[in-house]
């Protein structure tokens, strides 16, 4: 048997599932740590002191794209019109559920955050965060939304559900033997909590009622489908759902 059709190893299987949602977070801590020495949030700082992100961000979108593409071959995406459309409904419901709070926090005309439940369940003001709008320049305008829209229909879409549903999933299942034996898709209540908990954890304190529901519904496509495309589109659906809906309202906190 050539190499080229060889059943891929589980060191293969591993870095391929693993290895882009490393690089992408290593971006993260790079931005959360060192961003903090370099921001300077001032009307004469340079754009790149007053949102270092405008930096990391592009890079980080390349960077990972191209480790994706190495690893392209070993992912089995089982990609299908149908389960893709059922992925297209989810991630519309699954962001709604998501942008709920910050919609309400907006239709009830609120100008200051509520505390209490409210506030924990994410009804709070969402304005800080990447805007585009720090350039002047069309060109540079464009670039910097067009980028962003990449990182979050496609870069974030890809690497997390390879990573939470196409590697997660299994491991918990079966940590200590051949988890690459566990079908895709496979339905326990351990895949369950402990991925949907990391997955929400994994976001900001205001997300977490909307990412619980979000997760939810990710799984029950992603168990229901046995489809990682799937699981792909939905994410990609409501990443970008929710770029137009923050680029409609301001609420760049959002993302």
């Known amino acids: 048997m050539s190499t080229a059709s060889a059943k891929p190893t589980m060191d293969q299987l591993n870095r391929a599932h693993v290895v882009p949602f490393v690089v992408f977070m290593v971006f993260m801590l790079v931005l959360e740590f060192a961003g ?56 519309a419901v699954g962001i709604g559920f998501w942008l709920l709070p910050s919609w309400l926090y907006q239709h009830w005309g609120l100008t200051e955050d509520p505390g209490g439940l409210l ?84 976001h900001g304190t205001a997300d977490w009622a909307g990412g619980l529901v979000y997760g939810s519904l990710t799984y029950l496509l992603c168990v229901w489908s046995k489809n990682l495309g799937a699981c792909v589109v939905m994410h990609a659906t409501a990443n970008f759902l929710m770029g137009v809906y923050i680029m409609k309202t301001g609420t760049y906190g959002l993302w």
């Open 119 to 202: 506030e924990a369940l994410g009804v709070k003001e969402r304005a800080d965060g990447f805007n585009p709008g720090i350039f002047e320049n069309p060109a540079a305008y464009w670039s910097s939304l067009v980028m962003r829209f990449i990182r979050a229909a496609v870069v974030v879409a890809l690497v997390e559900e390879i990573f939470w549903r196409g590697f997660l999933m299994r491991f918990v299942c079966d940590w200590e033997g051949d988890y690459w034996k566990q079908p895709f898709g496979r339905a326990h209540w351990k895949s369950y909590v402990i991925v949907t908990g990391l997955f929400v954890l994994a």
């Open 36 to 91: 903090g020495t370099i921001e300077w949030k001032h009307p004469d700082a340079p754009w790149w002191r007053r949102d270092p992100a405008q930096v990391v961000y592009p890079v980080q979108t390349l960077v990972t794209l191209g480790v994706l593409v190495y690893f392209w071959r070993f992912i089995r995406f089982e990609w299908s019109v149908k389960w893709s459309l059922v992925g297209v409904v989810f991630g």
